[in-house]
């Protein structure tokens, strides 16, 4: 058997008070609307993301929808910055 923690009434020192950082419960149910669709891909591409998914426990559709979003999410990005850098007729 452990050996039993024993508290003491010692003063705690200067205690700052944090605030509230953590997500709402309303946050952490919100999922995004899917859309399903039907995709053809290759035997070694899901057989990749099958075998990473179960290494990391989770589901293989998921982590393909992830890499899809991460790289709309890079694409957006650029092309909103391209847009921001429009050249001036003098400069071209």
């Known amino acids: 058997?452990?050996?039993?923690?024993v508290?003491?009434?010692e003063p705690m020192g200067d205690?700052?008070?944090m605030a509230d950082f953590l997500p709402t419960p309303a946050e952490l149910a919100f999922r995004?609307?899917?859309v399903k669709v039907t995709l053809a891909l290759s035997k070694s591409s899901v057989d990749f993301f099958k075998t990473e998914a179960s290494k990391h426990r989770t589901q293989?559709?998921?982590?393909i929808r992830r890499l899809l979003d991460s790289?709309?999410?890079v694409q957006a990005n650029a092309k909103r910055h391209a847009k921001r850098r429009?050249?001036?007729p003098e400069e071209v």
């Open 7 to 9: 508290y003491s009434d």
């Open 71 to 73: 790289y709309v999410e």
């Open 32 to 34: 995004e609307d899917g």
């Open 15 to 17: 205690v700052e008070v």
């Open 86 to 88: 429009v050249r001036k």
């Open 1 to 5: 058997m452990k050996k039993k923690i």
């Open 60 to 63: 293989y559709q998921r982590m």
